[in-house]
Every structure is written in C-alpha cells, then in structure tokens.
Nanobody, 116 residues
Framework: QVQLVESGGGLVQPGGSLRLSCAAS????????MHWYRQAPGKERELVAT????????NYADSVKGRFTISRDNAKNTVYLQMNSLKPEDTAVYYC?????????WGQGTQVTVSS
C-alpha cells in the first residue's frame, strides 16, 4: 500500500532554514509527480510545491517562490523540501502528497513552527 512518511520539521527562528524529507513506498515513485502541501491552524490545506516525476520541472506557490526548493531522489524514493528565509507565516503542518489512480495519498505530516 502507498505510504508517505515525512520528517524534518521543528522549531526555527525567523530567517532560519529547515529541510523536510518524505520517504515513499508502495508505488513506483519515479512514475509520479510529487507535491508538498501545508495547513496552518484555521486555514485550508494549500499546495506549496510540485516536482515532476523525473525532477525536470518544479512549481511553487507565490508565497514561497525564491525561498523554498523541492527536489527528489528517485533512487531513494524520497522527496525533499528545502525551506530558507523562513517566516512566521510559514508555520504549519507540512504534508507530502501523491495522486495515484485518482486517489490522494497523504503522510502524517510534520510540524514546522517559525517563532522567535
């Protein structure tokens, strides 16, 4: 079965950096686009970044463009989100996502808190 396991969240000061990882299993990872979403308290889940199956193309929400970088290692079945210049408004639970056969799969999420 599809499994997505996020890690790397934590508490960081404004201007700091974090690198999230998502280990995938249960499907042919290199065949699928991968996505990072986030959900802040009281807000809807929003798409943050997308990477194509071979990593040749990426896309970002305007709010993170220039600060976040999505990447993947198909040999390790892992997708990453490098987050730099973090702001308090980046505080949220971050989720890895894949859409397979019209079904959305999610990990358990990892909390990112940006605060001084």
């Amino acid at each position: 079965q599809v499994q997505l396991v996020e890690s790397g969240g934590g508490l960081v000061q404004p201007g700091g950096s974090l690198r999230l990882s998502c280990a995938a299993s249960g499907f042919t990872f290199s065949n699928y686009f991968m996505h990072w979403y986030r959900q802040a308290p009281g807000k809807e889940r929003e798409l943050v970044a997308t990477i194509t199956n071979v990593g040749g193309s990426t896309n970002y929400a305007d709010s993170v463009k220039g600060r976040f970088t999505i990447s993947r290692d198909n040999a390790k079945n892992t997708v990453y989100l490098q987050m730099n210049s973090l702001k308090p408004e980046d505080t949220a639970v971050y989720y890895c996502n894949v859409v397979r056969r019209a079904t959305y799969y999610w990990g358990q999420g990892t909390q990112v808190t940006v605060s001084s």
